[in-house]
């Protein structure tokens, strides 16, 4: 099986699938007007542009002039913490309330946020990376404008009670952000059943193409551009539309959306058989909660055992890991999220995060799970920390 790649990796970007492929190789050569030209080819362009928002919004439960298309899920949540940012200032309100497990594209927007002016409360997760909603309620003050609590987490699963928060931004008149790029086309999404203003998600993550995504903004909630230009997306995102990446998304995500519940169910099958296996490896630990945890994910700490080793010789096995997210590894930092759940930094670096796909098969998930005990024996064969360990000239974190 090793000439073939067995990819995990799903979390950090998903196989465009063949279908979404076909949905957009007619707007490369044959419909490539300019949806903002007047003639017959930019009209026809329009026309796919406006069928594509149609099918995206029937797929979140809003109207298609809630839907502006951007380049990914990034620039969504970008767009969606300044716009509710800009919003708040001129209402006096300058607090944002979000959580420390958060994607770096809002950990980073926040950031700047606060540099200028703005105060940010990033809440505590308990050791599942779980948020409880009272802690929200709790938090919200008078001069709160935004409450942003990503939907699911993408380095360890964790799914937040999004619809509860939800309830309670509305009911305190606080705007409600969710980062929805690991959720969407995974797990249910009703945008107004799940009391969301504004929701951010990204193609790349449910077998669309790369480089195209959304910001969902309920109707009445003003959007400040990101990018300045031309007038696309009624004035709030210029730059010509990708038509053939947005064409390939709502595809992707019909058929995300068409065939979730089957899908949920035999990748949470295959998870939970990955989880037992791992689980099998002496001084190991699951990071995050076995339940309210998204349907394809996996991610273990192992004692004495660095990540980035751990990943390499997985790679030569032909088993595509990830250890932390795909913008922190390579970096020595270690991951946030782990930190944000309790674990110390000496296991935080050595994180196994394995995130499957439709695609991934029974006798792939075995194989893995021989290889994942094989490569942690032959590491911690040696491993100087794991002697110590051993000798008791250490203690072990992971009991
Ligand atoms: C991948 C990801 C993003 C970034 O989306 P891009 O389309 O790659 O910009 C944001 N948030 C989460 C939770 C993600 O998993």
Same mark, same amino acid.
């Given at each position: 099986m090793a000439n073939r790649t067995i990819y995990l990796d799903n979390a950090a970007t998903t196989k465009t699938s063949r279908r979404a492929i076909e949905a957009m190789l007619p707007y490369f050569d044959g419909v490539y007007g300019n949806p903002s030209s007047l003639h017959s080819a930019g009209q026809a362009a329009a026309e796919a542009l406006q069928n594509a928002r149609e099918r995206v919004a029937a797929c979140l439960g809003c109207t298609a002039r809630e839907i502006t298309f951007t380049s990914?899920?990034?620039?969504?949540?970008?767009?969606?913490?300044?716009?509710?940012?800009k919003r708040g200032e001129r209402q006096g309100k300058k607090r944002i309330i979000s959580t420390k497990i958060e994607h770096h594209a809002v950990l980073h927007t926040l950031k700047k946020l606060e540099s200028e002016g703005f105060s940010v409360t990033l809440l505590d997760?308990?050791?599942n990376g779980l948020l409880d909603p009272q802690q929200v309620e709790d938090a919200i003050s008078a001069d709160t404008c935004l409450v942003t609590v990503m939907f699911a987490n993408n380095e360890i699963g964790t799914v937040e009670p999004i619809?509860?928060?939800?309830?309670?931004?509305?009911?305190?008149?606080?705007?409600?952000?969710?980062?929805?790029?690991?959720?969407?086309?995974?797990?249910?999404?009703?945008v107004s059943a799940q009391n969301i203003d504004l929701l951010s998600l990204s193609a790349h993550k449910f077998h669309g193409p790369k480089g195209v995504g959304v910001l969902y903004a309920r109707k009445g909630v003003p959007l400040t551009n990101v990018i300045e230009g031309g007038a696309q997306e009624r004035g709030k995102r210029a730059g010509t539309e990708n038509l053939p990446a947005i064409m390939g998304m709502a595809s992707a995500l019909e058929d995300a959306c068409a065939s979730l519940?089957?899908?949920?169910?035999?990748? /949470?099958? =295959? #998870?939970?058989?990955?989880?037992?296996?791992?689980?099998?490896?002496p001084?190991?630990?699951?990071?995050?909660?076995r339940e309210r945890r998204l349907p394809g994910n996996v991610n273990f700490c192992f004692e004495g055992i660095e990540g980035e080793s751990l990943l390499l010789l997985l790679d030569d096995k032909g088993i595509a890991a990830s250890s932390g997210s795909a913008c922190t590894s390579g970096s020595l930092d270690p991951s946030h999220v782990l930190l944000a759940i309790g674990?110390?930094?000496?296991?935080?670096?050595?994180?196994?995060?394995?995130?499957?796909?439709e695609e991934t098969t029974e006798e792939e998930i075995e194989y893995t799970i021989e290889a994942v005990k094989?490569?942690? /024996?032959? =590491? #911690?064969?040696?491993?100087?920390v794991w002697r110590d360990?051993?000798?008791?000239?250490?203690?072990?974190?992971?009991?």
């Amino acid at each position: 099986m090793a000439n073939r790649t067995i990819y995990l990796d799903n979390a950090a970007t998903t196989k465009t699938s063949r279908r979404a492929i076909e949905a957009m190789l007619p707007y490369f050569d044959g419909v490539y007007g300019n949806p903002s030209s007047l003639h017959s080819a930019g009209q026809a362009a329009a026309e796919a542009l406006q069928n594509a928002r149609e099918r995206v919004a029937a797929c979140l439960g809003c109207t298609a002039r809630e839907i502006t298309f951007t380049s990914g899920g990034s620039e969504a949540d970008n767009q969606a913490i300044i716009s509710a940012a800009k919003r708040g200032e001129r209402q006096g309100k300058k607090r944002i309330i979000s959580t420390k497990i958060e994607h770096h594209a809002v950990l980073h927007t926040l950031k700047k946020l606060e540099s200028e002016g703005f105060s940010v409360t990033l809440l505590d997760v308990d050791g599942n990376g779980l948020l409880d909603p009272q802690q929200v309620e709790d938090a919200i003050s008078a001069d709160t404008c935004l409450v942003t609590v990503m939907f699911a987490n993408n380095e360890i699963g964790t799914v937040e009670p999004i619809a509860e928060i939800g309830a309670i931004c509305r009911r305190k008149g606080v705007l409600f952000h969710t980062d929805a790029v690991q959720a969407v086309g995974h797990l249910p999404i009703d945008v107004s059943a799940q009391n969301i203003d504004l929701l951010s998600l990204s193609a790349h993550k449910f077998h669309g193409p790369k480089g195209v995504g959304v910001l969902y903004a309920r109707k009445g909630v003003p959007l400040t551009n990101v990018i300045e230009g031309g007038a696309q997306e009624r004035g709030k995102r210029a730059g010509t539309e990708n038509l053939p990446a947005i064409m390939g998304m709502a595809s992707a995500l019909e058929d995300a959306c068409a065939s979730l519940e089957g899908s949920a169910k035999k990748l /949470a099958a =295959l #998870r939970d058989r990955l989880i037992a296996g791992l689980s099998e490896i002496p001084r190991s630990v699951l990071n995050g909660g076995r339940e309210r945890r998204l349907p394809g994910n996996v991610n273990f700490c192992f004692e004495g055992i660095e990540g980035e080793s751990l990943l390499l010789l997985l790679d030569d096995k032909g088993i595509a890991a990830s250890s932390g997210s795909a913008c922190t590894s390579g970096s020595l930092d270690p991951s946030h999220v782990l930190l944000a759940i309790g674990r110390p930094h000496e296991i935080a670096h050595g994180s196994l995060r394995l995130t499957l796909s439709e695609e991934t098969t029974e006798e792939e998930i075995e194989y893995t799970i021989e290889a994942v005990k094989e490569v942690v /024996a032959y =590491l #911690r064969s040696i491993s100087p920390v794991w002697r110590d360990l051993q000798s008791g000239k250490r203690d072990y974190i992971i009991k």
